[in-house]
């Protein structure tokens, strides 16, 4: 099975392992991902990424001429990525920029117009209803009609796509995976004690940026109730919300107690996951965000619940979005913003020590079974199969 993959996420090494996988899981795979050959991330990377070409036999990263730098939505391809798929003549093409991707509909029409018969595939992480307008109704309308097959990266993106009419086969499934050589339980205690973290001592944790939506006020909340109780907080990151959040600590007489580290590349976050007792993800629906077609956020996953899952960290999580599906039982939901609610998840965890220890198995489990590159790279080629079977 020839499979072609485009997206900019791919520009990053790291992110390749799940397609990697793919292209090693069978004898005849081959799984070729085009990449923007120039890519400006924003945030935090104000530079210009150049893409490489990479072959690796089975599996390869192709640079394709684009026309945006920086917008995923308007992403469009060079006249190269013409020569390319005469040349490789995929059986599968898949879109990773959402239902209303340009450069989509770009490779429907060539997909036309070269007579390739590739199925045609688009991931999206939307999961909050819109609204459109011309032209961009009928762009996303010319997308769904010519779509063979959509994954989606979480339940209320599936919905959506169902009540805007689309009536082919959805999947439900994460972009990327966890890496389980890394994301595994490794005891750290050089860091935890540079950090004076003791052992035994119950470490509560986040990884994430410091944003009202991310429900950081509300785990602070939470953990001024329970200050009778030997706790640290650990936090990996940073945001606007940094200085509120160390005045409300002030404020509750806690401050000491928290560990605060701004910067840690995601190759060695692992090492700071592995000295927690718990992490929270605390997320919180908002409508405050406005885009021309929607408003709001909420979560579309929470990578980091499955990485911490990864390490046999228990979980706790809000109810916003995908978290209470990507938990299940393998952890702790409470209802997003609810403090009081929050405070007794992490006071069973605390006083429970066995019980978190099996939340910690169980997580642990659920990751190995389904969030590893190997298992979405599996669940991935089935839906390609039946895809491919289905004329």
């Not at 994430?208 to 706790?231: Q, Y």
């Not at 909420?298 to 916003?320: D, T, Y």
């Not at 006083?351 to 190995?368: T, V, W």
Request: net charge positive; aromatic share 8%.
């Amino acid at each position: 099975m020839k499979i072609l993959v485009a997206s900019h996420t791919y520009i990053v090494d790291l992110n390749c392992e799940k397609l990697r996988t793919l292209s090693q899981l069978e004898p005849g795979i081959e799984v070729t991902v085009v990449v923007p050959k120039r890519w400006k991330p924003g945030g935090v990377q104000n530079k210009i990424i150049q893409t490489q070409y990479r072959d690796e036999g089975a599996f390869k990263i192709v640079p394709i001429s684009n026309l945006s730098q920086n917008h995923q939505g308007l992403l469009t391809f060079g006249v190269d990525l013409i020569s390319l798929l005469r040349k490789f003549r995929p059986q599968i093409i898949q879109v990773e920029q959402g239902s209303r991707g340009l450069s989509y509909a770009q490779m429907i029409t060539l997909n036309k117009l070269l007579g390739l018969k590739a199925k045609n595939i688009f991931f999206t992480w939307w999961n909050l209803p819109y609204k459109l307008k011309l032209p961009a109704a009928l762009l996303e309308k010319y997308n769904l009609n010519n779509s063979h097959g959509i994954i989606s990266g979480n339940q209320d993106g599936a919905e959506i796509l169902r009540q805007r009419g689309y009536k082919g086969s959805i999947k439900v499934m994460p972009q990327l995976g966890v890496d389980e050589s890394l994301f595994a339980p490794k005891s750290q205690p050089e860091l935890a004690a540079k950090f004076g973290i003791e052992p035994g001592e119950f470490v509560v944790g986040f990884v994430g940026r410091f944003v009202p939506e991310k429900g950081l006020m509300t785990l602070v909340d939470a953990l001024a109730s329970l200050k009778d109780k030997p706790w640290k907080l650990l936090l990996i990151g940073r945001g606007a919300l940094q200085s509120e959040l160390m005045n409300k600590a002030a404020e509750n007489n806690f401050k000491d107690r928290i560990i605060l580290v701004e910067s840690v590349p995601h190759d060695e976050v692992y090492k700071y996951i592995n000295l927690m007792s718990t992490l929270v993800l605390p997320s919180e629906t908002t409508y405050k965000f406005k885009t021309l077609t929607s408003a709001g956020w909420k979560e579309q996953f929470g990578h980091v619940l499955i990485e911490a899952m990864a390490c046999q960290v228990p979980v706790v999580g809000s109810n916003s979005g995908e978290i209470p599906h990507v938990i299940g039982n393998a952890g702790l939901v409470f209802p997003e913003g609810d403090a009081k609610a929050l405070a007794d998840c992490l006071w069973q965890l605390m006083d429970q020590p066995e019980f978190a220890e099996n939340l910690g198995e169980m997580g642990y489990q659920k990751a190995m079974v389904q969030y590893t590159n190997k298992a979405l790279a599996k669940q991935q080629l089935e839906f390609y199969k039946e895809l491919v079977n289905n004329r």
